[in-house]
C-alpha cells in the first residue's frame, strides 16, 4: 500500500512537472522537478524511517519542516542563478531528472518484493509513515502553488517594469529632442544676441558721433543767438523808424486813394457815354442794313409774287411748280430759287397747304433715304408727328419719298414724277 501511494505522488508531481512546462514556465520547470526528487529521496528513506519508534515522529515531522525550508531556499536561489539559462539546457535538465526519477521507481519495485515479515507495532509504524507522507504531499502542494503565483506575480511585475522602462524611454527619448531644441534655440539666441551686441556698438558709436555733432551745434547755436539778439535790436529800432514811415504813406495813400476814386469815377462816366454812343451808332447801322435787306427782299418777294403766283403764311413764302420732276430734281428746283422743299410743322400749316389750289400730289421735303425707316426733313431734323394717310408708309426700301394728298402723307418711290411745294422764310 504504501509503494502504491509513493507512486501516485510521483504520478502526480511528474503530471504537474508536465503541466508547467507545457504551460511555458521553463524558469520554473527544473526548479520543482529537484523539489520532486528531494521529495523522492525523503519518501525512499521511509523503509528506514518505518521502524523507528513511533515517539521520533515529532523529531522527524521537525526535520521534515526545515528540509521544506531548505527546499524552498534553494528554489528561490536556484531560479535566480538560472534566470539567464538557454530553454534547450533547461529542457536537458528535465530529462536527466526523469531518468532519475525512473531509476528511483525501480528500485523502489525492487525492494517492494523482498518479503517481510510484520508484526502490529510495524502496522501502526505504517500508518504513521503514511500520514507523515500525505502531509508532506500537502505540503509539496502548497509549495507548487506558492511558487507558481510567485511565478505569475513576477512575471506581472516584470511586464509593468518593461512598460514603466518604455514609456521612460519615450519619455527619454523626448526629452531629449526637447534638449536637441532647446540647444538649437539656445545657439539662435546667441547668434542673436551677438548680433544685437554688434548693433548695440555700432548704435553707440553714432551716439557718440551724434553727440559731438549735437556739442557742436550748441555752440554754433549759442553764437546764432547772440547774433539773433543783435539783429533784433537792429530790427526794433527799423521797426519803428518803419511805423513812422508808414504812417506818413497812409496818408500820403488815403489823398492818393481820393483822387484816384474821382478819377475812377469820371472815367466810369466817360466809359458809360462812349459805350452808350457806340451802341446807339450799331443799333443805327443794324437797322438801316435790316431796313435795306427788307425793302430788297420785299422787291424780291413781289416779283416772285408776280412771276410764280405764291401764297404767304405766317412767316414763310409758299409756290408750287409748273412741271413734274423726281423728287431730287424738284428739291433741286427750289434751291436754285432760294428756297426748299416745305416742312410742315403743324396741322393748321398742313391744312393751309392742302386749300391751295394745286396743293395736293405734290413732293415734300420728307424722306428715310438715309436709314430705312427714319422719316427726317430736307433740314435734316426727324420726324415727329406726321400727317400719313390711312396704312402709310408702306413701301418699306423701295418707296422713300413723301408726296402731299388730301388724304394725307404717302411714300412713293423717288424717281417718280410729281410737282413739288417750295418754301421760303420770310
Not at 132 to 141: G, M, P, Q, S
Not at 221 to 234: A, V, Y
Not at 332 to 353: K, S
Not at 390 to 399: I, L, M, V
Request: with cysteine; hydrophobic share 35%; aromatic share 8%.
Amino acid at each position: 500500500m504504501r509503494d502504491q501511494e509513493l507512486k501516485k505522488a510521483q504520478d502526480s508531481i511528474k503530471s504537474r512537472v508536465d503541466q508547467v512546462v507545457d504551460c511555458g514556465l521553463w524558469n520554473v520547470g527544473p526548479l520543482l522537478f529537484n523539489g520532486c526528487v528531494k521529495l523522492l529521496d525523503i519518501g525512499r528513506n521511509w523503509n528506514t524511517l518505518s521502524y523507528t519508534p513511533i515517539q521520533s515522529i515529532p523529531n522527524m515531522l521537525n526535520g521534515r519542516a526545515e528540509m521544506a525550508d531548505g527546499i524552498y531556499d534553494d528554489v528561490i536561489r536556484t531560479e535566480s542563478e538560472r534566470m539567464n539559462t538557454d530553454r534547450m539546457e533547461m529542457t536537458v535538465e528535465i530529462y536527466e531528472s526523469a531518468e532519475c526519477v525512473r531509476d528511483h521507481d525501480f528500485r523502489t519495485e525492487t525492494n517492494t518484493h523482498q518479503p517481510l515479515q510484520r508484526t502490529g507495532s510495524d502496522y501502526v509504524k505504517i500508518r504513521s509513515s503514511r500520514a507523515a507522507a500525505v502531509c508532506l504531499v500537502l505540503l509539496c502542494v502548497l509549495l507548487l502553488t506558492a511558487v507558481i503565483v510567485l511565478c505569475v506575480t513576477f512575471t506581472l511585475e516584470r511586464r509593468q517594469l518593461i512598460s514603466k522602462n518604455e514609456n521612460l524611454t519615450n519619455e527619454r527619448d523626448q526629452l531629449l529632442t526637447n534638449i536637441t531644441n532647446l540647444s538649437e534655440e539656445r545657439d539662435g539666441l546667441k547668434i542673436k544676441n551677438k548680433n544685437l551686441t554688434n548693433e548695440r556698438d555700432q548704435l553707440l558709436n553714432k551716439n557718440t558721433a551724434l553727440t559731438n555733432d549735437r556739442d557742436e551745434l550748441t555752440k554754433e547755436r549759442d553764437q546764432q543767438l547772440n547774433m539773433i539778439s543783435n539783429l533784433t535790436e537792429e530790427r526794433d529800432q527799423l521797426l519803428n523808424k518803419n511805423m513812422a514811415l508808414t504812417n506818413q504813406r497812409d496818408e500820403l495813400t488815403k489823398e492818393r486813394d481820393q483822387q484816384l476814386n474821382m478819377i475812377s469815377h469820371l472815367t466810369e462816366e466817360r466809359d458809360q457815354l462812349l459805350n452808350k454812343n457806340m451802341a446807339l451808332t450799331n443799333q443805327r447801322d443794324e437797322l438801316t442794313k435790316e431796313r435795306d435787306q427788307f425793302n430788297q427782299e420785299r422787291n424780291e418777294l413781289w416779283k416772285m409774287l408776280n412771276e410764280m403766283g405764291g401764297y404767304i403764311y405766317q412767316s414763310s413764302f409758299y409756290f408750287i411748280s409748273s412741271e413734274k420732276r423726281n423728287w431730287a430734281e424738284s428739291r433741286r428746283y427750289c434751291t436754285e430759287r432760294g428756297a426748299d422743299l416745305i416742312i410742315i410743322n403743324n396741322r393748321e400749316e398742313q391744312e393751309f397747304v392742302k386749300k391751295m389750289p394745286g396743293g395736293t400730289g405734290v413732293w415734300i421735303g420728307l424722306t428715310d433715304s438715309d436709314v430705312e425707316g427714319r422719316w427726317k426733313w430736307v433740314d435734316g431734323s426727324a420726324l415727329t408727328s406726321g400727317f400719313w394717310a390711312f396704312g402709310e408708309p408702306s413701301g418699306y426700301k423701295r418707296e422713300n419719298c413723301a408726296v402731299l394728298f388730301s388724304s394725307g402723307w404717302h411714300d412713293y418711290l423717288c424717281n417718280d414724277a410729281f410737282k413739288c411745294i417750295c418754301e421760303k422764310n420770310i
